[in-house]
């Protein structure tokens, strides 16, 4: 089941590497990390968190490659992908909210 | 006339001690004085020479301290010298401690020199396994996943990376990753009943209720009634500011108790 969690920016740097990932081609930890540009020990954490939370599931290497270690690959989930646009666009209403000019309410003179 | 045939010289055998005083100093310089060993070696008789001194100079701290100190002495205490006791004994217990890890560090660098890049990529790599071993062991439940996946990492795109300090890194960060698994995990655990706690409408109201009128027992029996009285701002204060803890606690925790039960019967009834 998916919950909600507490988006950082870490979380979301992930998710937009995630959620641009082709399913032919999903990422794994290291590219993770070459591609956020944080180290294992901020993106394992997020990539444990969001498992957790259901919006994002994993797969090992099939069938394991004979002459190095096996990845994991991680893939965005469709809940996963619903909560990501929802929060996107919660995102981008907020700061436009902020951004709009109040309006005058007093009589021109 | 017939030649005599020649009786070989036989050489007095030298004594006892001369043997032994002749094996000593060979067994000295072949422990000490090594030659070069080719171009661009390191020589060793220096080093070790000046290990010898080291260990000696060592030694002799241990005993003139250990002697300031009185531990040795069988006789009456020695008298004081002005330095707290317990610290020279400390510092005697020190001396030999960091001598003997100096000792292996210094041996350790010594043998390292001759042949740089394969040692230090397989301390590296010896580093590397234990590090993220270490990281299996503190992420607890998800240890296993992460040990395995760390592999995976630590082998690179080519999948046949060698260990280096970037690597090294690497393992570090996973160190980091895995205490952290452990702090979300106990995070969970400890989120589990303040989330029952924070749903519940009656729950929240027992901890907010309950602690204000602990308070308020408390002063009426030590303070007496008017105590009560005049302090009720400061036990009216306790309550809300629980109260404002359950609220920004469910603001947080993105929990929402279910509405009452007379509010859900009047909306069934449409508001009437």
Redesign the interface.
């Known amino acids: 089941m998916a919950s909600?969690i507490r988006l950082t920016q870490v979380i979301l740097d992930v998710l937009d590497v995630l959620a641009a990932s082709p399913p032919d081609d999903p990422a794994?930890?290291?590219?993770l990390?070459e591609a956020t540009g944080y180290?294992?020990?901020?993106v394992?954490?997020a990539l444990?968190?969001l498992m957790?939370a259901g919006w994002i599931e994993d797969h090992w290497e099939d069938p394991p490659?004979e002459?190095?270690?096996?990845?994991?690959f991680y893939t965005i989930t469709s809940t996963g992908r619903q909560m990501y646009d929802a929060t996107l666009r919660e995102r981008e209403h907020r700061r436009a909210s902020w951004l709009r000019p109040a309006p005058r309410t007093g009589p021109a003179s | 006339m017939k030649e005599q045939p020649a009786v070989p010289i036989r050489l007095a055998e030298p004594s006892w001690p001369t043997v032994l005083a002749t094996t000593l100093s060979i067994w000295l310089a072949r422990r000490l004085r090594r030659p070069y060993m080719g171009q661009g070696g390191v020589r060793r008789a220096d080093t070790r020479w000046r290990l010898v001194a080291f260990v000696l100079a060592l030694a002799i701290l241990t005993l003139v301290g250990l002697q300031l100190s009185g531990a040795v002495s069988t006789t009456t205490p020695a008298p004081s010298i002005g330095w707290p006791k317990a610290w020279i004994e400390l510092l005697c217990a020190a001396i030999p401690v960091a001598g003997a890890f100096s000792m292996f560090v210094l041996a350790y660098l010594r043998r390292a020199r001759g042949r740089h890049r394969v040692r230090r990529a397989a301390l590296a790599g010896v580093s590397v396994r234990i590090l993220t071993a270490l990281a299996a062991v503190l992420a607890g439940r998800?240890g296993k996943?992460?040990f395995?996946?760390?592999?995976?990492?630590l082998?690179?795109?080519?999948?046949?990376d060698t260990p280096n300090g970037a690597k090294l890194?690497?393992a570090?960060?996973?160190?980091?990753?895995g205490a952290?698994?452990r702090g979300?995990d106990w995070a969970?655990a400890a989120s589990r009943p303040v989330d029952a706690v924070l749903r519940s409408r009656f729950l929240s109201g027992l901890f907010v209720v309950v602690p204000t009128i602990v308070v308020a027992v408390e002063v009426l029996t030590h303070k007496g009634t008017m105590t009560v009285l005049t302090s009720f701002g400061s036990i009216f204060g306790v309550g809300t500011a629980l109260a404002g803890a359950i609220k920004a606690g469910r603001k947080y925790r993105?929990v929402e108790p279910p509405e009452p039960k007379a509010r859900q019967a009047r909306k069934e009834n449409g508001g009437a």
């Open positions: 909600k794994w930890g290291l590219r990390c180290g294992t020990g901020t394992y954490p444990n968190r957790k490659p002459d190095r270690p096996k990845r994991r | 998800g996943v992460l395995r996946e760390s592999d995976a990492h082998a690179g795109e080519s999948g046949h890194k690497q570090a960060g996973f160190v980091l990753a952290r698994y979300q969970d993105d």
